[in-house]
């Protein structure tokens, strides 16, 4: 017999069975003795009466086997046997009744045979034996996020090529572009199953998935298992996400403790940006105020809204527009056009329009070549400064077309020289096989003579454009309300130099010279 829990004990003849003969015996004795009308019986024969019966029932009670009780935990995963001994000559414990109780019970797994061979031989009773374990499901192991960048940026100082430490460079900025990956994400486990002593699965617990450090700007990949930028920008990590920010603010001055900038989308400079400094930048480039010596690059447009001194040594250079207030002792080399309050002394090269009409818009010394136009209040002054005004063909377009011209030249010359060399050896071909370093000679000539000859065509192709743009100045045009005298004009091909004041006149090329409209 089998049982699950322990207030389960079936047993023989118990103390309050014997106590209920004897109170039967002692009953039916004086029944007996009142209906006799017999002198009282000593309480000593009462007892020795009870036991009598008591002694007469047990040898007649029937013998009791050992007992298996069964207990199972509450996870299933450990199974306990505890026999209850024999009574009245029953059957003493086996092998047999303990594999009975457990199958009785649909135990099947993890039985341990040397355990219940030890209770069988050593007739362990009443003591509580595990005898059938099952195997524990395994967890899965935890998601992970294993980052390609570093959560915290460290100041590093770049080392130029003479061994020298840069100062200006502190690396505080990590550009990436739209799709970089910023961090690998790995999936939590799916654990393994276990299985109870039932023989039944059980179901492993997940791993835990990692938190994953997701910004603004920033993406999953469609497999959920990279973490992606969505926008160029600088990478950041902040309130336990990376994120990236498209606009790099500065909210004090470009010093030391900022060092040279380098950023792949806008930057904003709420202070200054001090003299040897510098800023690149893929996007706009705003200062809020003032730059003394530095240089900044913009694919974009600038725009400073104080001005610029470049000290002789600084530089504006953009693929846009500039905008700003003063401009002095600086180098300028724009693709778009230039608005500026003042220019003074400062060597300017524009690609599209010059418009200094500001409170005082005046262009005073140094050189300005414009490709379209230039209007201003006062170009040169009183004291006889040489201002030069180049329009039609700027200082970029005529240096373009030197270096386009000088490449066309290197590339003709090289062509002529493979095309010798081949003939040469294909000559050789005819008559006897090559060495095999000449083959691989001829091959090399063979691939790159196609190459050469795109080159070619595309550098002649580039340089017919400049040559348009440079011979065009039918747009050109100089608008002006005071022009000093020591002023030299070039427009097209034609130059003059001004030797009396000028006002509220128009200058434009027509017929190989340069004509005046005055208003």
Do not use: W
Not at 234 to 263: C, P, Q
Not at 367 to 390: D, F, P, Y
């Amino acid at each position: 017999m089998s049982f699950k829990g322990e207030g389960n004990v079936e047993t023989g003849l118990t103390g309050s069975n014997a106590t209920a003969m004897r109170e039967k015996l002692r009953s039916k004795f004086l029944n007996s003795q009142e209906s006799c009308q017999k002198p009282s019986v000593p309480e000593e024969s009462l007892h020795d009466a009870a036991a009598a019966a008591e002694s007469s029932d047990a040898l007649q009670a029937e013998p009791l086997d050992a007992t298996v009780e069964v207990y199972v935990d509450r996870d299933r995963l450990k199974a306990y046997v505890r026999v209850l001994p024999p009574k009245h000559g029953g059957a003493e414990i086996n092998r047999g009744m303990l594999d009975q109780a457990l199958s009785s019970e649909n135990i099947i797994y993890g039985i341990e045979a040397q355990s219940l061979e030890a209770i069988a031989i050593q007739k362990r009773y009443m003591e509580k034996t595990a005898v059938a374990v099952g195997k524990p499901p395994e967890a899965g192991e935890d998601g992970e996020v294993i980052d390609c960048f570093e959560r915290q940026k460290e100041l590093k100082f770049k080392e130029l090529h003479n061994g020298l430490i840069d100062f200006k460079t502190l690396n505080l900025i990590t550009a990436v572009e739209a799709g970089t990956v910023i961090c690998q994400i790995r999936p939590p486990g799916p654990g393994r199953p276990g299985k109870d002593v039932f023989g039944e699965a059980i179901a492993p617990p997940q791993g835990k998935a990692a938190f994953i450090p997701q910004g603004y700007n920033t993406i999953l990949s469609s497999d959920g298992l990279q973490l992606l930028a969505s926008e160029t920008g600088n990478l950041v990590f902040k309130n336990n996400k990376f994120a990236i920010d498209r606009i790099f603010e500065v909210r004090g001055n470009v010093d030391n403790s900022i060092g040279n900038i380098d950023f792949p989308g806008d930057v904003q400079i709420l202070g200054d940006v001090f003299e040897g400094f510098s800023i690149k930048a893929k996007g706009n480039v705003t200062v809020y105020g003032r730059v003394e010596g530095a240089s900044i690059f913009s694919e974009g447009s600038i725009l400073l809204q104080s001005g610029m001194n470049g000290m002789n040594k600084g530089e504006l250079v953009a693929q846009g527009n500039l905008a700003s207030n003063y401009l002095e002792n600086c180098t300028i080399r724009i693709q778009g056009d230039i608005q500026a309050d003042s220019i003074v002394n400062s060597n300017v090269s524009c690609n599209g329009s010059l418009l200094v009409t500001g409170k005082r818009g005046a262009i005073l010394g140094g050189s300005c070549s414009v490709h379209q136009s230039i209007e201003a209040k006062s170009i040169g002054g009183r004291t006889n400064l040489l201002t030069t005004i180049v329009l039609g063909a700027t200082t970029e377009l005529i240096s373009e077309r030197l270096k386009v011209a000088e490449e066309i030249e290197a590339l003709e010359n090289s062509l002529e020289y493979l095309a010798k060399s081949l003939k040469y050896l294909e000559t050789k071909l005819r008559s006897t096989q090559l060495t095999p370093e000449r083959q691989k000679i001829y091959d090399a000539m063979k691939r790159e003579k196609p190459i050469n000859l795109l080159k070619q065509g595309r550098l002649r192709r580039r340089l017919e454009e400049i040559n348009l743009q440079i011979d065009d100045v039918s747009s050109s045009r100089l608008k002006c309300g005071e022009i000093f005298p020591h002023t030299r004009i070039t427009i097209g091909n034609a130059t003059m130099t001004t030797h009396t004041l000028l006002k509220q006149c128009m200058m434009y090329y027509s017929e190989g010279e340069i004509k005046t409209i005055y208003d």
